[in-house]
């Protein structure tokens, strides 16, 4: 589930399954997409409870999956991911703890990434046979490069906060990564909604998260678990 709550200027919303290591599912994904329309404040601070940011989609989901729910789960995780990086303000990734596959797509998906020292990353979906098709496969060459993320994707190897920090896949680690929410909530809003207007550029990703959907079909349906 995916827990909101006000504090000031800064909606935070709290991926809520600590016993599943805050893996999400249909209803969760669902909480997610309703709560981001539903915010209003000026900054949106993402984060797990417990001891992990999120470990992605709950692969109890996806081993249930057949071709055709195999793309209607991308394509909410994509719209999720999508409605994150379009609202109307900023939003803040607060990872501390383990983030993973769709863990980290979404945080991709946010204006800023901000790690504890305990934070780790990981995309491990190419050990199961598949790969993030939450939108990562457009963002994350984007953000960290296309060298360092097909390292990342091809290994499924788990990083370390310090690492994420050098390749620029976080940009800064801090004990209290709510604090970031608090000084973009200071920000003129106008201004911060035209830079990330400018800054932004989709046109060519609706293409290539059409054949992200295609392809996580394809691999769902030969997936021997």
Avoid at 39 to 52: I, N, Q
Avoid at 150 to 179: F, H, K, N, Q, Y
Avoid at 209 to 221: D, I, K, M, N, Q
């Amino acid at each position: 589930m995916v827990r909101t709550t006000a504090d000031g200027d800064v909606r935070v919303l709290t991926f809520d399954r600590p016993e599943r290591r805050n893996a999400l599912d249909r209803e969760s994904l669902e909480e997610l997409e309703t709560a981001v329309a539903d915010a209003t404040e000026p900054v949106v601070y993402l984060r797990g409870a417990g001891e992990a940011f999120c470990a992605g989609a709950d692969l109890d989901v996806v081993r249930g999956l057949d071709g055709d729910d195999a793309a209607e789960f991308a394509a909410l995780g994509q719209r999720v991911a999508t409605a994150l990086e379009r609202y109307d303000g900023a939003v803040v990734a607060g990872v501390d703890g383990a983030a993973r596959g769709g863990g980290v797509e979404l945080a991709l998906a946010c204006d800023v990434r901000v790690a504890t020292p305990a934070a780790t990353f990981a995309e491990t979906g190419v050990k199961l046979g598949l790969f993030g098709a939450w939108g990562g496969t457009a963002r994350l060459p984007r953000v960290v490069g296309e060298g360092e993320a097909l390292d990342l994707a091809l290994s499924g190897r788990t990083i370390d906060a310090e690492t994420a920090l050098r390749m620029g896949l976080v940009s800064r680690v801090l004990e209290d990564p709510r604090s970031v929410a608090g000084e973009l909530a200071a920000v003129d809003t106008r201004a911060l909604r035209t830079l990330k207007d400018r800054m932004r550029d989709d046109a060519d990703r609706r293409t290539k998260e059409s054949r992200e959907r295609t392809a996580f079909e394809r691999l769902v349906e030969r997936a021997e678990w």
